[in-house]
């Protein structure tokens, strides 16, 4: 935040809540950081789930081709089959 | 299953017959779509199943409240191992039902009958992947518009409301609340910030 910008809103806050220009100062600093923390733990786990979507995925694509070929080689003469 | 011979299986001719069908061409691609959606449909259908059970288990990767699902707070290991699970079971049970339900095919060397069922089986997990993902796209655009909508309700409107509220609401705290409530213009000022 702009040092200006943190000025006004400490000013803003300290006129609502009766708190010393300081202490606005300090709860914002607070706020934001609290935010930012919240907002990167959303993140993180967004990221999680959609590596841990794309990996299965992926396994789940291997699967399929893997299950499609033993459904052919099951019951053959297993020595021709690749599996 | 291994009283069927190869042929039986695989519908591949002796190597002696394997002459008579050179020159032939058949008119039919090799992809056996009824089996390959019929396949897809199952690997869907058993995934459903299993993510149903999944939510009962407490591994629910969507919730109904607001930041309490596992994308907005925490996904944990056993989340991320049952979705492998599920994809795993669900494009087995496709790729399998795929390589049995289809009609034999005559006259195909065995490499060419494998490579085959292998790219059936990788269809029909394709094809419940994209029929999946359009399903949980238009599942999100129908609640988008839910809440989008102005007459959608309380519950909606709620939804909706600004992300930064609580912490605009944390940073204006006061121990006479009545008297400091910030402006509605205030409000919207701090949140302009972030």
Avoid at chain 2, 139 to 162: E, F, I, K, L
Avoid at chain 2, 177 to 192: I, K, L, N, T
Wanted: charged residues 10%.
């Amino acid at each position: 935040m702009p040092a200006d910008d943190a000025t006004y809103l400490s000013t803003l806050v300290a006129l609502r809540t009766g708190l010393s220009q300081p202490s606005a100062q300090d709860r914002i600093t607070a706020v934001t950081d609290k935010m930012r923390h919240d907002a990167d733990v959303a993140r993180k786990a967004g990221a999680a789930l959609a590596l841990f979507t794309g990996l299965s995925l992926l396994i789940g694509a291997f699967i399929a081709c893997t299950a499609g070929l033993w459904a052919v080689c099951n019951g053959t003469n297993i020595s021709l089959c690749p599996l | 299953m291994s009283q069927f011979s190869l042929a039986d299986r695989t519908g591949v001719e002796p190597l002696a017959d394997a002459g008579s069908y050179a020159g032939e061409e058949t008119s039919t691609t090799g992809v056996a779509w009824g089996a390959v959606i019929g396949g897809a449909l199952a690997a869907l259908a058993l995934s459903l199943v299993l993510v149903t059970l999944g939510s009962g288990f407490g591994l629910a990767i969507v919730s109904p409240w607001r930041g309490a699902g596992a994308s907005a707070t925490t996904f944990t290991m056993i989340t991320a191992v049952w979705l492998i699970i599920v994809q795993w079971l669900a494009s087995a049970l496709g790729g399998y039902l795929t390589g049995r339900m289809r009609t034999k095919w005559v006259g195909l060397h065995t490499h060419e009958v494998f490579f085959r069922d292998t790219a059936n089986g990788f269809l029909s997990w394709a094809t419940a992947t994209v029929i999946g993902a359009l399903f949980l796209v238009s599942a999100a655009s129908w609640g988008v518009n839910q809440t989008a909508n102005p007459a959608a309700g309380y519950q909606a409107t709620t939804a909706t409301a600004d992300p930064t509220a609580y912490y605009v609401d944390t940073l204006f705290r006061s121990d006479r609340p009545v008297a400091s409530s910030p402006a509605p213009d205030e409000r919207a000022q701090a949140s302009a910030f972030w």
